[in-house]
């Protein structure tokens, strides 16, 4: 019997990948003489003496017989990450983590470990939506927003662990052969595939992603080791290049951002980003989004900033938070404003008595007209229609 088996078929050769964060997958060269037994879809649980036990799913791809063995391709779980999560929004009293999660694992096919934190499922997220995207992304999206420093991947019952990490430290016994400090990894030999990423080994650190080789005769893990000052490697590397093709995608999006002063036409304003990435950033143009209106807010009104078709030489703040302190709202046009406390827009009233009995009265209105009357008749005042109105 071999050290590693599939299904109870010994295990020639292959490789078995476990990130941190993410879906396992191993591909194995079974001794498998008909190829059989190992069609997509098929549910594997690979076997390791004295090591780690895997669930997995086998996939279409990479997966057939050659040369009387048949080479496979497995993931973690029912392989279902990849599968798209139909679009859903999602509103109280059914926006909690675990309703998003069940839309997550409902098109997935996976399901949660029982040891994913009950707190965690109970969050309260008031509104939530999900795109038409895969699953990973879908559960990614999620705890980028509500628990960032979270990480998931499939545990070895085939399940799926959401949580943050507490690297535990565990006693493995085995060889190191060589070290790579621009990756930060350590080759190792042991008698078994039997670490897991997300523990903490003496003499090596903490792990965050591990690789099984499994050869004729022979055993290595490849441990790449939690870095604090930087990362590295290969997917360090891709991230890199990302961040420097899509550099200015920050500007594409709004910040809340706290207005400091507003210039006296109200028409631009002064405000500190509650990002620490940005800058002070004064004299942007406020759009209140009604138009031809100027709003005046006491300091301390939160709004948003961004910018115009992401160009960082056009910014702009709109969108009040709510509950601003407003001064004055100016609805601009071309005929004279109506002004609160004004006293002539609606045209002059005089009241006095006549003789000794009789209280009679004169209006002249605001185009002119004047009427006249006495005590008891109804006294109507007529308005000027304004086309720019100021209140405040």
Same mark, same amino acid.
């Given at each position: ?220 893990? /490849? *441990? ?7 990362? #590295?490697?290969? =997917? !360090? @590397?891709?991230?890199?290049? &990302? ?33 620490? /990435? *940005? ?7 406020? #759009?209140?989004? =009604? !138009? @031809?209106?100027?709003?005046? &807010? ?95």
């Amino acid at each position: 019997m071999s050290v590693v088996v599939a299904n109870d078929v010994n295990v020639i050769a292959g490789t078995i990948t476990m990130p941190l964060r993410g879906v396992w997958w191993a591909d194995l060269v079974i001794d498998q003489v008909d190829g059989t037994g190992f069609d997509a879809g098929t549910e594997v649980t690979v076997k390791c003496d004295d090591g780690i036990e895997l669930k997995g799913t086998v996939v279409p791809d990479r997966t057939g017989s050659y040369l009387d063995a048949v080479h496979v391709r497995l993931l973690g779980g029912k392989a279902g990450m990849s599968k798209e999560v139909k679009p859903k929004g999602f509103v109280q009293p059914g926006a909690y983590v675990r309703d998003v999660l069940g839309n997550i694992n409902d098109a997935s096919g996976e399901s949660l470990d029982s040891t994913v934190s009950t707190s965690f499922l109970q969050m309260n997220l008031t509104a939530w939506a999900t795109f038409a995207q895969a699953a990973s992304q879908a559960l990614t999206a999620l705890l980028d927003i509500v628990a960032p420093a979270a990480n998931w991947r499939f545990l070895e019952n085939g399940k799926l662990w959401i949580g943050e990490e507490t690297w535990p430290t565990v006693t493995v016994e085995h060889s190191v052969l060589s070290r790579n400090p621009s990756d930060g990894s350590v080759n190792v030999g042991v008698n078994s595939p039997s670490i897991t990423p997300g523990c903490a080994i003496d003499g090596i650190g903490k792990i965050n992603r591990v690789e099984h080789t499994i050869e004729s005769g022979k055993i290595r893990s /490849r *441990l790449w080791v939690q870095l604090v000052d930087e990362e #590295r490697g290969v =997917v !360090a @590397a891709v991230k890199k290049m &990302v961040r420097q093709e899509i550099a200015g995608i920050d500007y594409f999006t709004l910040y809340d951002a706290k207005i400091q002063s507003q210039s006296s036409d109200g028409k631009t304003v002064d405000v500190q980003p509650g990002d620490v /990435r *940005l800058p002070g950033m004064s004299k942007v143009p406020l #759009r209140n989004g =009604v !138009a @031809a209106t100027v709003c005046k &807010v006491a300091p301390g009104t939160f709004v948003r900033v961004g910018w115009d078709r992401g160009d960082p030489s056009m910014p702009y703040a709109c969108l009040w938070q709510g509950g601003e302190t407003v001064t004055s709202i100016a609805i601009a046009g071309s005929d004279v404003p109506f002004v609160k406390g004004s006293s002539n827009q609606l045209g002059t009233l005089t009241l006095t008595v006549a003789g000794s009995a009789t209280l009679a009265w004169t209006y002249v209105d605001a185009t002119g007209t004047t009427t006249t009357g006495a005590s008891g008749a109804p006294i109507t005042l007529t308005g000027k229609t304004a086309q720019k109105v100021t209140i405040g």
